[in-house]
């Protein structure tokens, strides 16, 4: 057995590995060429390049919706490196820590009884 085939056999254990992550994506056809090029292993159907562009159904004209499969969130993050030229349809992720948190106070406040520790800063 051969390098080549030690690395065939390594590139489909991890071709098989699951991807259960889907994402929807719209790109605009200005980069849709470059986009599928880049995410052509995590496309979840056939390359879309002959479907026409959105038109229909609220959306922009000149769009192409793209469904993703990625083995993990952060494995979907990769879609950031095109900036404003991807719209992220699905999911709807919140940009808010979960469980949200309540507003922190901008005082420093300290329990009932405990003496101020910047008092010695105030002038009598």
């Known amino acids: ?3 080549t085939d030690v690395w ?15 994402v929807t994506v719209r790109v605009p056809g200005k980069v849709l060429a ?7 292993p995590d496309l979840a159907a056939p ?7 959105e038109t ?16 993990s969130p952060q494995a979907a993050e990769t ?5 404003p030229d991807v719209e992220v349809l699905t999911p709807r992720i919140s940009a808010r820590p979960w469980p949200t948190e309540p ?15 910047t008092s010695w800063l105030r002038t009598p």
């Open 1 to 3: 057995m051969g390098p």
């Open 8 to 22: 065939q056999i390594l590139s489909r254990r991890i071709d098989d590995i699951p991807a259960p992550f889907a």
């Open 34 to 40: 470059r986009f599928l090029r880049f995410h052509e």
């Open 47 to 53: 390359t879309p390049a002959e479907s026409p562009p």
């Open 56 to 71: 229909e159904g609220g959306g922009e004209p000149g769009w192409t919706r793209i469904e993703l499969r990625f083995r």
């Open 79 to 83: 879609l950031l490196a095109f900036g």
């Open 103 to 117: 507003p922190r106070s901008s005082r420093c406040t300290t329990p009932a009884g405990t003496p101020d520790p």
